[in-house]
């Protein structure tokens, strides 16, 4: 297969994952809408396309297939173009994000999200441990390079309304970037865009 990387992209990939419920998907779709990207709901995909090996009867969910979702998402993200939400990271190959949103909630916050989503207590209380334990934010800073990767609050609407502003302006800014630097690049470097700053973290 032709593996694309980023110097054949015009448009960035994003990530954005962070323990259930710390407001992934809410985010993602905002942040798709309005820079005109691919919103990808991973744990969507993975349940319509049957990229799982059946159910996990304890955890009362999915056991996900990594090379399939990995199969399955390759030539849309050689395209660029992706705000790419799920809750686990470390699979995915790194060549396929620019930039790694982790976001975080506070562990009340998080109770009463779950709560209000109908989680069964052992699911709550996994998921609020997680969040405690800062699991996602380590998997994602064992996975991709520290620079790429931001932690950011996000308990408010104000806050998801800045995260979602800093994201959209960090995309344009990437694109504009690399538009400036492309053509014809061949690997000589000289020409190559300098990567825009990322947003600021927490
Ligand atoms: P995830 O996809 O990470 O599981 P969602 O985006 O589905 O999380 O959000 C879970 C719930 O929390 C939703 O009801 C959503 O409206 C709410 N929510 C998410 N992020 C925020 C936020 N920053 N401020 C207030 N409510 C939020
Ligand atoms: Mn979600």
């Not at 110097?7 to 905002?30: E, Q």
């Not at 919103?39 to 799982?52: D, G, Q, S, Y």
């Not at 969910?61 to 990995?70: A, P, Q, R, T, Y």
Request: hydrophobic share 35%; aromatic share 6%.
């Amino acid at each position: 297969m032709d593996l694309k990387t980023e110097d054949d992209r015009s448009r960035p990939n994003i990530l954005v994952t962070g323990t259930p419920g710390s407001g992934k998907t809410c985010t993602s779709a905002l942040i798709a809408e309005r820079c005109g990207f691919a919103h990808v709901n991973v744990t969507e995909l993975v349940k319509a396309e049957e990229l799982h090996d059946g159910m996990d009867e304890k955890w009362d969910s999915l056991i996900l297939n990594d090379d399939k979702v990995c199969d399955h998402m390759e030539e849309m993200m050689g395209e660029g173009g992706n705000v790419v939400d799920f809750h686990t990271c470390g699979f995915f190959p790194e060549r396929w994000f620019d930039l790694i949103l982790v976001l975080r909630a506070d562990n009340t916050v998080l109770f009463d999200r779950l709560t209000k989503r109908g989680y069964s207590p052992h699911k709550i209380t996994e998921n609020v441990q997680c969040e405690i334990m800062q699991v996602v934010l380590q998997e994602a800073r064992d996975s991709y390079a520290a620079e790429r990767v931001h932690e950011l609050h996000s308990d408010s609407l104000e806050q998801m309304e800045a995260n979602v502003e800093r994201a959209v302006g960090w995309a344009g800014a990437w694109i504009a970037a690399k538009g400036e630097g492309g053509g014809g690049g061949d690997g000589g470097g000289g020409g190559a865009a300098a990567a825009p700053s990322p947003p600021g973290g927490v």
